[in-house]
Nanobody, 118 residues
Framework: QVQLVESGGGLVQPGGSLRLSCAFS????????MGWYRQAPRKQRELVAA???????NYEDSVKARFTISRDNAKNTVYLQMNSLKPEDTAVYYC????????????WGQGTQVTVSS
């Protein structure tokens, strides 16, 4: 059973930076596309960024040029570097893993709160 454990959230001022980490365990990391989603109060969960094994990352338009997703296959970890944070980036951020041998497995982390406020 895949487990995803996020860390790195917190309170940051506008214009600041945070790096989220997601530790993956329980299966073969390289079989999964890894992603970060976020959900703000009273809004639907949305994809922020995703990175397949060996492929280019993709980003939601509002975070392009500010956020960078990366993966370290040696550490089974995916990161989200968030720069130039804005109050509208405030949300619970969730790590996601999609794929596996069947290509249909879908797993979520427990979420980490990011609050951007002065």
């Amino acid at each position: 059973q895949v487990q995803l454990v996020e860390s790195g959230g917190g309170l940051v001022q506008p214009g600041g930076s945070l790096r989220l980490s997601c530790a993956f365990s329980g299966s073969i990391f390289s079989f999964y596309t890894m992603g970060w989603y976020r959900q703000a109060p009273r809004k639907q969960r949305e994809l922020v960024a995703a990175i397949p094994e060996g492929g280019p990352p993709n980003y939601e338009d509002s975070v392009k040029a500010r956020f960078t997703i990366s993966r370290d296959n040696a550490k089974n970890t995916v990161y989200l570097q968030m720069n130039s944070l804005k109050p509208e980036d405030t949300a619970v951020y969730y790590c996601n893993a999609v794929g596996g041998m069947s290509g249909t497995r879908n797993y979520w982390g427990q979420g980490t709160q990011v609050t951007v406020s002065s």
